[in-house]
């Protein structure tokens, strides 16, 4: 399940729901991201988000998918944010759920690797001088998704 | 054709998007980035270094030069930094 | 943070507690244990959790402290649950925050391999027909921890 | 001493633990488990197969034989199954 949305999530009621009257799942990974207030060596007050509408839900579906295949998940959840996000607000949030508990872990980590090199957000951060700068790709975010390449 | 800008293409380039017609000079991905190229400072700017530039057509991240038609969304954004 | 507790516990709480009133937090992995209906072919209609205490106290901090020392984390959280558990209820919960979500994901995942290995307490599953039998050890789990030796 | 039983061998023995005297002709856990082994058939039983049965001494894991003293507290059980 793929949400693309403005307004905050619960990271704790989404996972609560995904096991909801359910008793074969074994293991539930999740992974929230939030903003945070250093990046870089710079000091940040907020955060936007802007987004590609469309092309950001077409990706985000394939990337749920690959992960569906090479994993066996009973459930997964990415739900990212844009626009407007203030200090300690989460924005990206990936959930799966798995019989096995390594699954679930790769799973996840997968989807922000892939989630961070193809789904078509841009963040921009608000610095403590008043300037707004675009953040740059991380050679870091790369690499790891690279690493699951077949 | 539909033309999308996102993140710094279209801060620098002070629009969101435009609609272009088709034309044969410009019949591939490769020929639209080079008229870009040669539409005046900020568009030389912005398209100065085609590795920082990616393309999708149709919403679909694209590779290589690939031809465009009449009713096509070509959008040209920096990498990613999602999540 | 440790907890070893018979009551129930709620993952969405535990998380959102980690984080309140921080902005330096970028990353929260949680993986959350549950009962499920089924395991190693057979049916399953609850858990009886038994566990050494004072030594598991021991072992879980002594775990936390070594995931605290091999990656850059801001919080932990172990909860581990004993007595009898119903399906679908949680078992376990491990939490991670950290300003980078590799070090998040990489210490979740460590926890729970050290943990299943190392912390001292034993499943007992009731079956279908009506047995209690203990579970026995997997080598899978031992093969999972031994990827964090050194 | 005390002896502490965990999971099945608690159940096959019937019993948590005891307090057992502090021995000399049983000074380490090698010699315990020896003296445990022939001390009838139930404790012949969980004992048999020495790789199933852990031991903590004060609550911590043992590798190899260890010295055991006078108000040790000594753990016996099998593969952990937790999480």
Known sequence: MIRIQQEAFDTGAEIAEISKGRTDIGAIVSFTGLVRDFNDGRNITGLVLEHYPGMTERELAKIEAEAHQRWQLQASRIIHRYGNLALGEPIVLVITASPHRQDAFDAANFLMDWLKTKAPFWKSEMTADGRTVWVEERTSDIDAARRWQK | ?83
């Not at chain 2, 639209?32 to 005046?40: C, D, H, I, S, Y």
């Open chain 2, 1 to 83: 054709m539909k033309i999308l800008y996102f993140a710094w293409l279209k801060t620098k380039l002070q629009m969101n998007g435009e609609t272009l017609p088709w034309a044969a000079e410009r019949p591939d991905t490769d020929s639209l980035v080079t008229w870009m190229q040669e539409r005046g400072p900020a568009f030389a700017e912005v398209f100065s270094d085609r590795d920082v530039v990616r393309i999708a057509v149709n919403q679909e991240y694209i590779i290589g030069n690939t031809p465009i038609s009449e009713g096509d969304e070509i959008a040209f954004f920096p990498p990613v930094t999602g999540g």
